[in-house]
C-alpha cells in the first residue's frame, strides 16, 4: 500500500501534466514503427550505415533477423569516471553479437568534470553542457537505424543529460550502462581537514596535491555521495539499469558480466513479446520513486533541477513544492560523505541500493506498479543483488541481507537518522531556493546574521584572506544565475566558510547559484528563484540587512519592510567577462534563452 502523500503528490503531478504527457506519448506513438529499422531505410541510407560493419553484422543489420544496438556514449581518458568506458564499445558488440545482435557506437557525448572546472571560468558552461549532451544524444539516435539504445555515462550533466535526449526516441528501449566507482582511497574527513588547513595558510599546495591525488586516484567515479553517484541512485531506483549495478567497481569480473546481462536483456526488450520502450518505464510514478530516492538518500541539489528537466522531456511536470511535500513522509536513511564519514563503496557494502529500495518498498513509499528495464515485474527484482554464478560464467541474484550491514551509514525505515528527506524548500521575500540539510548539524539548521553581499565568489574568497569574515554573518552571491553567467557550481568557498563555522561564528550562504553535490557542511540556500540578473530580490539586499534562514520552518527571508524593499532598485553588474572566453562566447544564447531554475534552468523546454 503506497503511502497517501506518496500517492497525492503523483496524482497532482498525473492531473498537472495530463496534457503535456498526451503530447509527448502521442508523439512516441508516431515515431514507433512495428520492424526492424533497416526495413524502412533506402538501400543508399542502409548502405551509408553499415559501410564500416563487419561482413556479420552487415549481414545481420540488412536482413533484419536480430536487433541492431546504439551505443551512446560518454568516453574520454581524463574523467576518471569515464575512462573505463574505453574498453566498453567492443565488449558490448561482442556481448551483442553473443545474443543474436548487432551494435554500433552511434555517437558520442561531451563529458565535462565539475572536479576540473570547480571555481574556474569553464564551470559556467557546466549546466549547458548537460542540454548539449541532450542534443548530441539526439544526433546518434537521429540516423534511424536502431532498435534499442546503450548509454554510457556517469558524472553531474551527463546522465540527465542523456536521458533527455533518450525520451526524444522514447519509442526505443533504453538501458544504462554504468562503470562504477574507484575503490576507496583517503578519508574524507582528512580529505576535508587538509583543504581546511590549505584555506588557513597552514598547509601549501604540495600537501593539497598529495591529499586531493590520495583520494581521486584511479579509474572509476568519485567515491563522495555527490551528484555522480545521486545520478547512479536515480537510474537504479527507476529502473533504467540492472539491479545492483551501480557501485561495483571497474574492471572486475562482477562488473563485467553485469555489462553482459545489460546487453541481454536490451535485446530482450526489443523483442514484442518483452517489448519495453523508455516511454514506458519514464512515468510520473516512476519520477516520484526518483525523488524518494533523492531525498532518503541526501542526494544531491543538482537534482532538483536535473529532474525537472529531464521529467519535462517526459511531458511531466515536476515542481519545487512536489518535492518539498515528498520531502515531509520520506526519513532520510544514509549517511555517506559529505552526510557523513563513508564513502560510496562502504554504502554499497552496508547493504546499498537492495537495501534501500526493499526499505522504502516495505515502508509504502515507492511505487512497486512501474516497468524498468527487466520489464513489468515492478521494484521487487531491485531487492536482490547480483553475484557470480560458480563457473563465474553468469550472474545469479540472491536476497538482499535482511539487516544493515552497518547503521552508522545505512538504516531501516523503523530507525532513521532523520524522519524528514535530506532536501529542503525554502520560501519568504526572497523567492524560492533549496537547501540540503542531510549534512548539516542540528545547530547550523537556524541562522539570522547580517548580509554581507558579493556579486562573485572570488570577492569572498579575497574577503576570507584578509580577514574582513571573522563574525557571524549569511554571504549573499548573486548573479550566479543561468541567465547571468550560466549557474556555476560555488564548492570553492565550502573550505573558507567551513573554517570561519568551525571558529564558532554563525555562518551560511544565499545564492542564485549552485553548490557542488559534496557541499552540504555549511548551510547554503541555493538556486535562488528568480535570480539576481532578471531583478529577483535577491538583487535588492545591502549589506548590514538582517536575513533570516530556518531549514525547520522552510523560510528564507530578509527583515526589511515590504514596501521598502519593493521599493528599492535592483542592483546591476558587469557580467562582460563572462562573455567570452574558455568557451563562453559560444553559449551566449543559452544564457539569454535560458529557463529559470525551477523549470531546470534548460534552453530545451
Partial sequence: ?????????????????????????????????????????????????????????????????????????????M???????????????????????????????????????????????????????????????????????????????????????ALAFGHLPAVFVPAGPMPTGMSNAEKVRVRQLYAEGKVGRKELLEAESASYHSPGTCTFYGTANSNQMLVEIMGLQLPGSSFVNPGTELRNALNDEAVKQLVRITEPSQFTPLSKILTEKVFVNGIVGLLATGGSTNHTLHLVAMARAAGIQLTWQDMAELSDVVPLLCHVYPNGTADINHFAAAGGMQFLIRELLDAGLLHDDVHTVLGDSGLKPYCY???????????????????????????????????????????????????????????????????????????????????ELDKDFIAVVRFQGPRANGMPELHKLTPPLGVLQDRGFKVALITDGRMSGAS??????????????????????????????????????????????????????????????????????????????????????
Avoid at 50 to 64: E, F, H, P, Q, T
Avoid at 421 to 443: D, M, R, T, Y
Fill in 1 to 77: 500500500m503506497v503511502h497517501s502523500k506518496i500517492q497525492a503528490v503523483t496524482e497532482r503531478i498525473i492531473q498537472r501534466s495530463e496534457e503535456t504527457r498526451a503530447e509527448y506519448l502521442a508523439q512516441v506513438e508516431r515515431e514507433h514503427i512495428e520492424g526492424r529499422a533497416s526495413a524502412r531505410l533506402s538501400c543508399g541510407n542502409l548502405a551509408h550505415a553499415i559501410a564500416a560493419s563487419s561482413d556479420r553484422d552487415k549481414n545481420l543489420i540488412a536482413s533484419g533477423r536480430g536487433p541492431n544496438l546504439a551505443i551512446v556514449t560518454a568516453y574520454n581518458d
Fill in 79 to 165: 574523467l576518471s569516471a569515464h575512462q573505463p568506458y574505453g574498453t566498453y564499445p567492443q565488449l558490448l558488440k561482442e556481448a551483442a553479437m553473443r545474443s543474436g545482435a548487432s551494435a554500433q557506437v552511434a555517437g558520442g557525448v561531451p563529458a565535462m568534470c565539475d572536479g576540473v572546472t570547480q571555481g574556474r571560468p569553464g564551470m559556467e558552461i557546466g549546466l549547458f553542457s548537460r542540454d548539449v549532451i541532450a542534443m548530441s544524444t539526439a544526433v546518434a539516435l537521429s540516423h534511424d537505424v536502431f532498435e534499442g539504445g546503450l548509454y554510457l555515462g556517469i558524472c553531474d550533466k551527463i546522465v540527465p543529460g542523456l536521458v533527455i535526449g
Fill in 385 to 467: 543483488d547480483p553475484f557470480l554464478n560458480e563457473d563465474k560464467s553468469g550472474l545469479v541474484w540472491r536476497p538482499t541481507a535482511e539487516e544493515s550491514g552497518d547503521t552508522t551509514i545505512i538504516r531501516p525505515v523503523s530507525e532513521p537518522f532523520s524522519g524528514h528527506g535530506g532536501l529542503q524548500l525554502l520560501e519568504g521575500n526572497l523567492g524560492k531556493s533549496v537547501i540540503k540539510v542531510s549534512a548539516l548539524k542540528p545547530e547550523h539548521l537556524k541562522v539570522k546574521a547580517p548580509a554581507v553581499v558579493f556579486d562573485d565568489q572570488d570577492a569572498l574568497i579575497e574577503s576570507f584572506k584578509a580577514g
Fill in 520 to 605: 552540504g557542511k555549511v548551510p547554503a540556500a541555493i538556486h535562488i528563484s528568480p535570480e539576481a540578473v532578471d531583478g529577483g530580490p535577491i538583487a535588492k539586499i545591502r549589506d548590514g540587512d538582517l536575513i533570516e534562514l530556518d531549514c525547520e520552518a522552510g523560510i528564507l527571508r530578509v527583515d526589511v519592510d515590504e514596501a521598502e524593499l519593493a521599493a528599492r532598485e535592483p542592483a546591476e553588474c558587469d557580467l562582460s567577462a563572462n562573455a567570452r572566453g574558455t568557451g563562453r562566447e559560444l553559449f551566449a544564447n543559452m544564457r539569454a534563452l535560458a529557463s529559470g531554475a525551477e523549470s531546470g534552468a534548460s534552453i530545451l523546454f
